[in-house]
């Protein structure tokens, strides 16, 4: 009898840390949120301890076709200065192109960075993906999406241009030391 009121203390004495446990990690770790890309392009700012940060979201999306020899397709012109939707793409190897101006209206130089995210990110590629602009500079980075081995079928995402402004001057000069200060 002594023995089995042991042995109920012992296993009340670890379940408690093990349910304390599991409640902390259900109610204090992130939950994986749903994806959802913006319909058009969004402006979000953020502020870090050596960086405001300014990153604009586009939408993306390409749909690959079947090529068929002897078949016509139609090219459409789309002149929104915000859309990066690359539209119909006859597969096998075919690529289309966007563009993105960029000009740096702040007084420093500023880093940007461009990435695709979603399930069109592997087939994205950028003229230039990192680099540095000064003030009024200006840039047109080329957006271009391959279809090169990809199965027929539909492609969405974002396509992120992060602008990172130095809130200091000496963070320059770590670029510099480190690397990347064009």
């Not at 959802?36 to 502020?47: G, R």
């Not at 200091?168 to 000069?173: D, G, M, N, R, T």
């Amino acid at each position: 009898m002594r023995r089995a009121k042991k042995e109920k203390k012992l296993i009340n004495l670890l379940f408690i840390p093990f349910f304390a446990i599991l409640f902390f990690l259900i109610i204090f770790l992130p939950k994986e949120e749903k994806v959802v890309f913006v319909k058009n392009y969004t402006l979000e700012k953020k502020s870090g301890l050596l960086f405001d940060y300014e990153i604009t979201r586009y939408y993306t999306a390409a749909k690959v076709i079947e090529r068929k020899p002897g078949e016509n397709y139609t090219l459409g012109i789309v002149a929104d200065p915000w859309n990066l939707v690359f539209g119909e793409i006859p597969g096998g190897g075919s690529y289309a192109r966007r563009f993105i101006d960029l000009q740096n209206l702040k007084d420093k130089k500023v880093k940007v960075e461009l990435f695709a995210i979603g399930n069109i990110s592997k087939k994205v590629r950028f003229s230039e993906d990192c680099f540095w602009l000064s003030p009024n500079e200006k840039k047109r980075i080329d957006v271009y999406f391959f279809t090169n081995e990809t199965k027929f079928g539909f492609f969405e995402g974002e396509i992120r241009v992060k602008v990172e402004i130095p809130k200091y001057e000496f963070v320059y000069l770590f670029e510099k030391l480190f690397g990347g200060l064009k």
